[in-house]
């Protein structure tokens, strides 16, 4: 969920593609592009591997929700579109427990190239996720690719305030690792193993970018409003600010209509559809091929459905078009308990 959570098994330079988990998003962040275009696509420029900022003050009271979802571009199933299943988001106060465990599989023109999974755990006072996914054994029959990624963080007054988040990235040629660290809202230390080359051509993340922002595994998790129904339209009326060690992007969700699922094992009911749009703030090359197609695309769509117990929603399903034609991440169990 970095969501995301599109998988995407396209080039732009006749490369193998290549599916990879890990929801920088948003949710499971499967990418099906060339993790080489991918990482050149994502990476933010010559980032210090250890990085303090400011502490800034930030009251939990306040909907500091504008969130983003990595939806990293491309990296994800999410990259891109986690860039991306980084993605869905709104705190609300709303004090609720409940747990989610999830599977995903992740399909190109019906063809299944990922799975992954996610586990979500929400106390009165703190909450946890975790994901993990990987190349389906066709795909690895040309390429592999698996990744990991965990987020924790306290609830105040029904908010998530995130406080730790990592993710991990393997793929044939080299292994990734990201961690940020959060003090209400604000970005307080980060880095990213093996450091990124510095490319004059990225526009740089500030210091001020890294203020009122969410993680990707955060920013997939919404929270809706109120005290009343929470399967409305009113959930896709938000904005996230998302950081994910490397970029600072937007996403805006916009609600679409109401739809009816299936999970094959645990949920059945009502989900709320929106469309989510992708719009990079900093850290990106503005003239690669996977940025310009993300942040034009307005036809990926995703649809959220309930944990039992809270005011919360997650990803059932996300999908959007690709070079190469439709992707699908889509969850075949669905189980939330109260």
Same mark, same amino acid.
Request: charged share 20%; glycine share 8%; net charge positive.
């Given at each position: ?6 998988g995407?098994?396209t ?5 193998t ?9 948003a ?5 099906d592009?060339p993790?080489?275009s991918? #990482?050149r696509?994502c990476d933010?420029?010559g980032i /210090?591997?250890?990085?303090?900022? +400011? ?9 500091? @929700?504008?969130c983003k979802?990595r939806?990293? /571009?491309?990296?994800?199933v ?6 991306a ?5 709104? =705190?609300?106060p709303? $004090?609720?427990?409940?747990?989610l ?10 063809i299944? *190239? ?7 755990d929400? &106390? ?7 994901l993990?996914?990987?190349?389906s054994k066709? *795909?690895k029959l040309?390429t592999?690719?698996?990744g990991?990624? $965990?987020?924790?963080?306290?609830? @105040?007054?029904g908010t ?5 988040y990592?993710?991990?990235?393997t793929?044939?040629?080299k +292994?990734?690792?990201?961690h940020?660290?959060? +003090?209400?809202?604000? @970005?307080?230390?980060f ?5 990124? /080359?510095v490319?004059p051509?990225?526009?740089?993340v500030?210091?001020? &970018?890294?203020? &009122?922002?969410l993680?990707p595994m955060?920013a ?7 005290t ?6 009113? #959930?896709c009326?938000?904005?996230?600010? *998302?950081?994910d ?13 109401m %739809?009816?699922?299936k ?7 009502p989900?709320? =559809?929106?469309?989510i749009?992708?719009v990079p703030?900093?850290g990106y090359?503005?003239?690669? /091929?996977?940025i ?7 036809n990926? %769509? ?5 944990i #039992?117990g809270t005011r ?9 078009p690709t ?8 969850a075949t169990?669905? =189980? $939330?308990?109260?």
């Amino acid at each position: 969920m970095q969501i995301p959570v599109i998988g995407y098994v396209t080039t732009f330079a006749g490369d193998t593609s290549t599916l990879i988990a890990g929801v920088r998003g948003a949710l499971l962040r499967f990418a099906d592009t060339p993790i080489d275009s991918t #990482a050149r696509a994502c990476d933010v420029e010559g980032i /210090p591997a250890k990085r303090r900022v +400011t502490r800034h003050r930030w009251h939990a009271s306040q909907t500091w @929700v504008r969130c983003k979802r990595r939806v990293a /571009p491309f990296q994800a199933v999410c990259c891109g579109l986690s860039l991306a299943f980084s993605l869905f988001w709104s =705190v609300a106060p709303a $004090a609720a427990q409940g747990k989610l465990d999830a599977e995903y599989s992740a399909t190109l023109l019906g063809i299944p *190239v990922g799975k992954g999974t996610w586990h979500i755990d929400i &106390h009165d006072d703190k909450f946890s996720a975790t994901l993990s996914g990987g190349t389906s054994k066709l *795909v690895k029959l040309f390429t592999g690719g698996s990744g990991s990624g $965990a987020s924790q963080g306290q609830v @105040v007054n029904g908010t998530l305030i995130p406080t730790n988040y990592r993710s991990s990235i393997t793929t044939s040629k080299k +292994t990734e690792e990201v961690h940020v660290t959060l +003090t209400n809202g604000d @970005v307080k230390e980060f880095g990213i193993v093996p450091e990124s /080359p510095v490319d004059p051509a990225r526009i740089p993340v500030t210091d001020a &970018h890294r203020h &009122h922002v969410l993680d990707p595994m955060t920013a997939a998790i919404i929270r809706v409003p109120g005290t009343g129904e929470v399967l409305t339209p009113d #959930a896709c009326h938000t904005t996230a600010s *998302v950081f994910d060690g490397r970029m600072r992007y937007d996403l805006k969700l916009e609600f679409k209509r109401m %739809e009816t699922v299936k999970a094959a094992k645990g949920y059945r009911g009502p989900v709320v =559809v929106c469309a989510i749009y992708f719009v990079p703030v900093a850290g990106y090359i503005p003239d690669r /091929p996977t940025i310009k197609y993300l942040a034009a695309q307005r036809n990926i %769509e995703i649809a959220l459905a309930p944990i #039992a117990g809270t005011r919360t929603l997650a990803p059932f399903w996300m999908a959007g078009p690709t070079p190469l034609g439709q992707a699908k991440l889509e969850a075949t169990s669905f =189980v $939330a308990q109260p």
